[in-house]
């Protein structure tokens, strides 16, 4: 037992070692109470806050150890409309028509605290249902697709 405890501890502390090594992604959402469409419900919200956030460190990761990808929204609307069904709960319709996602951010990779590349983006997928996409059975799947061409486009290309 001692020694499945020591070599836990060991891994654990190699992994907290080199966490600086890897690339990583910071996300703050400027005002969320101002957003164009985001979920009204605070568990809500933060489930779409912690989806994001996964979803762009997991893109980081593609970026050279060290680099820190930072993304503050400035605005979110979700890919298609919401309709109130109880007092508790919302359920999103995709009608494929003027309800594709849109997203408005400001970006910066930075590495040893300097910013290497910094910009703004604004995206927007109009043809959201008839393209491929990967993510399609996700929670949030449209608007994970639109970051990743982001990210690979406007982040990776540019490098």
């Given amino acids: 037992m001692n020694k499945l405890v020591y070599r836990t ?8 070692a080199s966490g600086g090594a ?6 703050t959402y400027i005002d969320t109470d101002k957003m164009t ?17 996964q979803h ?17 929204f400035l605005d979110i609307d979700l890919a298609g409309d919401v309709f109130p ?7 999103r319709i995709l009608k494929g028509q003027a309800d594709w996602p849109r997203m408005h951010f400001r970006y910066s990779i ?5 910013v290497i590349r910094s910009g703004e983006s604004k995206l927007s997928d109009p043809n959201y249902q008839m393209s491929i996409n990967r993510y399609n059975q996700d929670l949030y ?15 990776l290309q540019r490098r």
Avoid: C
């Avoid at 501890?9 to 907290?16: Q, V």
């Avoid at 890897?22 to 996300?27: G, M």
């Avoid at 762009?56 to 593609?62: F, V």
């Fill in 141 to 155: 799947g449209h608007e994970k697709q639109m970051l990743e061409d982001w990210f690979r486009k406007d982040v």
């Fill in 9 to 16: 501890a060991s891994a654990l502390a190699l992994m907290i």
């Fill in 37 to 53: 469409d985001v979920p009204r419900w605070r568990s809500d919200l933060e489930s779409m806050e912690y989806i994001f956030n």
């Fill in 110 to 114: 930075e590495q040893d605290g300097q």
């Fill in 56 to 72: 762009l460190n997991r893109l980081s990761e593609q970026l050279p150890a060290g680099q820190v990808l930072k993304v503050e």
């Fill in 85 to 91: 069904r109880v007092p508790v709960r919302d359920i």
């Fill in 22 to 27: 890897f690339a990583t992604a910071q996300v």
